[in-house]
T-cell receptor, first 109, second 113 residues
Framework: GQNIDQPTEMTATEGAIVQINCTYQTSGFNGLFWYQQHAGEAPTFLSYNVLDGLEEKGRFSSFLSRSKGYSYLLLKELQMKDSASYLCAVLTSNYQLIWGAGTKLIIKP | SQTIHQWPATLVQPVGSPLSLECTVEGTSNPNLYWYRQAAGRGLQLLFYSVGIGQISSEVPQNLSASRPQDRQFILSSKKLLLSDSGFYLC????????????FGDGTRLSIL
């Protein structure tokens, strides 16, 4: 079967760094997406990784290891507005997008 | 730039009533279109996707149906709603190339009474 695992919930402090992990087992791999979803709103695209390594976009970075079936999203200098759910999604070999259940990130002052 | 419109934002319907949710995309042609449902605190469940006019693929058997009467219009329908149809419905579009991210409309929160 196909499976994506993310922690259900994480808590971090404003100004700190947090790493949200995602592990996957899918039928083939054509890339991994990270989305941010604020409560009651639609998901918005954050990043796409298809090759191993780290992709940096401002305060957000995303890492991929295809051999380990593992990715993480790194958020630096956390702000209260970063409180949201973070969704990991894998594009399989037949271009089907498999979604994780999401990680709810709570930022405390 | 491309934009996606989805309406209504919220909807309260009685059990057994029909449903029609509409989604339109502007600023692009021949997009891939998607309907998702998200239960509270859960991930996204793909319901339907379309790669062209009249081409609909169903992922989950249910009492819902989808249609794509025009290139940039995607409609989600039901003849008789069930209590289990409650949820947050999201329309998304992506360029035809598979590696491009999907972009979502604002969603419709559907409550069945």
């Amino acid at each position: 079967g196909q499976n994506i695992d993310q922690p259900t919930e994480m808590t971090a402090t404003e100004g700190a760094i947090v790493q949200i992990n995602c592990t996957y087992q899918t039928s083939g791999f054509n890339g991994l997406f990270w989305y941010q979803q604020h409560a009651g709103e639609a998901p918005t695209f954050l990043s796409y990784n298809v090759l191993d390594g780290l992709e940096e976009k401002g305060r957000f970075s995303s890492f991929l290891s295809r051999s380990k079936g593992y990715s993480y999203l790194l958020l630096k200098e956390l702000q209260m507005k970063d409180s949201a759910s973070y969704l990991c999604a894998v594009l399989t070999s037949n271009y089907q997008l498999i979604w994780g259940a999401g990680t709810k990130l709570i930022i405390k002052p | 730039s491309q934009t996606i419109h989805q309406w209504p934002a919220t909807l309260v319907q009685p059990v057994g009533s029909p449903l029609s949710l509409e989604c339109t995309v502007e600023g692009t042609s021949n997009p891939n279109l998607y309907w998702y449902r998200q239960a509270a605190g859960r991930g996204l469940q793909l319901l339907f996707y379309s790669v062209g006019i009249g081409q609909i693929s169903s992922e989950v058997p249910q009492n819902l149906s989808a249609s794509r009467p025009q290139d940039r219009q995607f409609i989600l329908s039901s003849k008789k709603l069930l209590l289990s149809d409650s949820g947050f419905y999201l329309c998304a579009w992506a360029p035809g190339q598979e590696y491009q991210p999907q972009h979502f409309g604002d969603g419709t929160r559907l409550s069945i009474l």
